[in-house]
């Protein structure tokens, strides 16, 4: 019987040995065998089958991060998955295993800021160069490829800007140049966009965000296809970037109602959208208008929209912006973003990065809205009150 993956993430991972509706949380550091006989069974298996779940020490896994890799690879509909302590480990284990000094690569312009620092500054020290192109221009993208492009990294939707990209054209050029490609999926999760059907490399999600779904966890994961395991598995090995087994437990338990709590975020950020949209003094960062260019991306390549959205709002009076923020009562101030309450953010610089082809004028200003569980009408309510001191 063909089941739904919802109907898997409510009957996945039963524990009938310990008969406990969730798999227990196993701490390991040593691994204990029954002989020396049994720990070289063990390694020669792990050998054959290095995604079979085989440990001979903590730090490769125990039976609770494995399940939840289990979980993922089908989520993802990947050839495996890897599990790493914090999102962006995923995002430096993704990068790290496949360039070398004397690379380049090619990297979206609006990527997550720590991404953006990650490769223009701290991977130039190790002599790989990283060229950005412009998400709405991939002839910026393509005129940049030489023969040392190694790897091309997108983030869609672009971070704070929200720009939906033409995610078939990437694979498209990236293959016919025979270039890697990794994409960070952490707004979409592999819920609404599967990247490795898609024809993506490697695909990161911050764990951190819904797969947890309640703010008290961090964690991430790369998705890859069979072609770059090898290369993963093994700088996977030498960074020791793994996740302990009590995050692996909480994300695992979080992902039970990813499907319930994603299709109350579309429903309840669809809502609010329709409100915004109808406001002239800002632009609505978020796939709502039919006849956009972002409106059409998102929907060739996405199956639902997320919780995460933005305002591009124009305005002399700064401080009118800061105190529409600030006098905002059910949104709560604080980063990160995909757990079950509504929070906001003020863009300072530092957010957005010093990006190449983001002009932003000196009266224009941007606004990050997520938007959680509550009831929509009264985070509506609660917009339009604060919306009374923007100028
Ligand atoms: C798009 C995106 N990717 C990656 C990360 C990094 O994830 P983590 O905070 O789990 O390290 C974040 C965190 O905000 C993010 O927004």
């Known amino acids: 019987m063909s089941k739904s993956f919802k109907t898997f993430l409510k009957h996945t991972a ?10 227990p949380v196993v701490r390991a550091s040593t691994i204990i065998f029954k002989s020396m006989k049994d720990i070289r069974k063990t390694q020669a298996k792990a050998k054959k089958n290095p ?8 730090r490769q896994g125990t039976s609770t991060t494995y399940i939840l890799q289990k979980i993922l690879t089908k989520l993802e509909e990947s050839y495996h998955v890897f599990t790493t302590p914090t999102g962006f480990g995923a995002v430096f284990l993704a990068i790290f295993s496949v360039t070398r000094p004397g690379d380049e690569i090619i990297v979206a312009d609006p990527v997550y800021s720590p991404t953006r620092l990650l490769t223009e500054k701290f991977l130039k020290e190790f002599n790989i ?36 990209q033409d995610l078939g054209k990437i694979v498209s050029i990236a293959k016919k140049n025979k270039i890697l490609t990794a994409i960070d999926n952490t707004w979409g999760t592999p ?35 069979k072609k770059v395991f090898s290369k993963v598995h093994n700088a996977e090995r030498i960074t020791g970037l793994r996740l302990g087994p009590d995050d692996a437990y909480l994300i695992t338990r979080g992902l039970r109602t990813l ?10 950020a669809k809502k609010v959208a329709l409100f915004l949209s109808k406001n002239k003094k800002f632009k609505l960062l978020y796939p709502y208008k039919k006849d956009s260019t972002n409106f059409r991306m998102w929907k060739k390549y996405y199956s639902g929209a997320s919780g995460l959205m933005g305002l591009k709002i124009k305005s002399g009076n700064v401080n009118s912006v800061k105190k529409f923020v600030n006098s905002l009562k059910l949104f709560g101030y604080g980063y990160s973003w995909g757990g079950f309450e509504s929070l906001a953010l003020h863009q300072e610089f530092r957010e957005t990065g010093n990006r190449k082809y983001l002009k932003l004028a000196k009266n ?28």
């Open 259 to 268: 499907d319930v709590r994603l299709d109350r975020h579309r429903e309840n």
């Open 191 to 225: 819920y609404f966009l599967k990247p490795i059907k898609l024809g993506f490399d490697m695909s990161i999600v911050s764990a951190t965000k819904y797969y947890s779904g309640h703010s008290d966890v961090m964690g991430g994961s790369l998705a890859v296809n």
């Open 51 to 58: 995604i079979g779940g085989f440990y001979d020490y903590g």
């Open 129 to 164: 160069k990283t060229i950005f192109y412009n998400p709405n221009d991939l002839k910026t993208l393509e005129k940049n490829i030489t023969k040392r492009t190694k790897l091309i990294f997108v983030e869609n939707p672009g971070s704070n800007t929200f720009d939906f």
């Open 14 to 23: 039963k524990d009938f040995h310990n008969q406990s509706v969730n798999p």
């Open 364 to 391: 224009e200003h941007l606004v990050r809205l997520h938007i959680g569980l509550e009831e929509p009408n009264d985070l509506i309510a609660d917009i339009k009150q604060a919306l009374r001191h923007l100028k």
